[in-house]
């Protein structure tokens, strides 16, 4: 049986990549397996039967079988430990893979979220101006961090790994605040993740979703 995911029926990103479904399909073209997407409008998702998979009422889901996930690093690392290819085999290796997972999820994208939040939600305030300095500010210094740590290395630790794919998804949706601008060696490490086979299956499928529902 396929696993089955949710994503958005209307995407406000206009299928550019940025819902976290995006993340999902990623993994799972990774590591070459077959899924069914069920879409869902705003409505939905926020009735009894979608919170009865995800209570906050939001995308992505993902059901196999009897099991029932939300939360996109607890389902890239259930698809990881599953199958070959996004994770490393030795243990301290694979280790430190999920503690990059954890990195981009609690410690780079925070300050990123905040940024969309203050321009899409408080926009007409008062302070937001000032607020979105304090905010840039403090995404610099997470991306300061991050491009420390990579130097000249194609990937986070050793291999292409899951930590490597939720860092970046993390990261694109830094793409139109022209603050990547800066980080050369973190657009050329964006830039790698993109050109990759899986990425881009996974990017086409979710882009022909909003195409459909443009040219019904
Ligand atoms: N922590 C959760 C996870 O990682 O799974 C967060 C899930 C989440 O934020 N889902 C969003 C959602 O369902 C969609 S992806 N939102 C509806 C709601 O909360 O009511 C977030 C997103 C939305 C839009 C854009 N965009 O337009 O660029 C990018 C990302």
């Given at each position: 049986?396929?696993?089955?995911?949710?994503?958005?029926?209307?995407?406000?990103?206009?299928?550019?990549?940025?819902?976290?479904?995006?993340?999902?399909?990623?993994?799972?073209?990774?590591?070459?397996?077959?899924?069914?997407?069920?879409?869902?409008?705003?409505?939905?998702?926020?009735?009894?039967?979608?919170?009865?998979?995800?209570?906050?009422?939001?995308?992505?889901?993902?059901?196999?079988?009897?099991?029932?996930?939300?939360?996109?690093?607890?389902?890239?690392?259930?698809?990881?430990?599953?199958?070959?290819?996004?994770?490393?085999?030795?243990?301290?290796?694979?280790?430190?893979?999920?503690?990059?997972?954890f990195a981009?999820v609690s410690t780079?994208e925070p300050?990123?979220?905040?940024?969309?939040?203050?321009?899409?939600?408080?926009?007409?305030?008062?302070?937001?101006?000032?607020?979105?300095?304090?905010?840039?500010?403090?995404?610099?210094?997470?991306?300061?961090?991050?491009?420390?740590?990579?130097?000249?290395?194609?990937?986070?630790?050793?291999?292409?790994?899951?930590?490597?794919?939720?860092?970046?998804?993390?990261?694109?949706?830094?793409?139109?605040?022209?603050?990547?601008?800066?980080?050369?060696?973190?657009?050329?490490?964006?830039?790698?993740?993109?050109?990759?086979?899986?990425?881009?299956?996974?990017?086409?499928?979710?882009?022909?979703?909003?195409?459909?529902?443009?040219?019904?």
């Amino acid at each position: 049986m396929l696993p089955i995911i949710t994503a958005f029926q209307s995407s406000p990103d206009r299928g550019q990549g940025l819902a976290r479904d995006m993340r999902v399909r990623w993994a799972l073209e990774e590591v070459g397996r077959p899924y069914q997407v069920r879409l869902v409008s705003f409505a939905e998702m926020k009735a009894p039967p979608h919170r009865a998979l995800n209570p906050f009422g939001q995308i992505p889901t993902y059901q196999e079988g009897a099991l029932t996930l939300f939360e996109t690093g607890s389902i890239i690392l259930h698809i990881a430990k599953q199958h070959a290819g996004l994770l490393p085999d030795e243990p301290a290796a694979q280790a430190r893979a999920i503690s990059w997972m954890f990195a981009a999820v609690s410690t780079v994208e925070p300050p990123i979220l905040e940024r969309a939040s203050a321009k899409l939600l408080e926009a007409d305030q008062p302070w937001t101006p000032q607020r979105l300095l304090l905010i840039d500010d403090r995404i610099r210094a997470r991306l300061d961090e991050l491009a420390a740590h990579l130097g000249d290395a194609e990937w986070l630790d050793g291999g292409f790994s899951a930590g490597d794919l939720m860092m970046v998804h993390v990261l694109l949706r830094l793409g139109s605040s022209g603050i990547l601008g800066a980080y050369p060696t973190l657009c050329a490490y964006l830039a790698r993740a993109q050109d990759r086979p899986a990425y881009q299956r996974a990017f086409d499928a979710q882009l022909a979703v909003f195409t459909a529902a443009t040219s019904r």
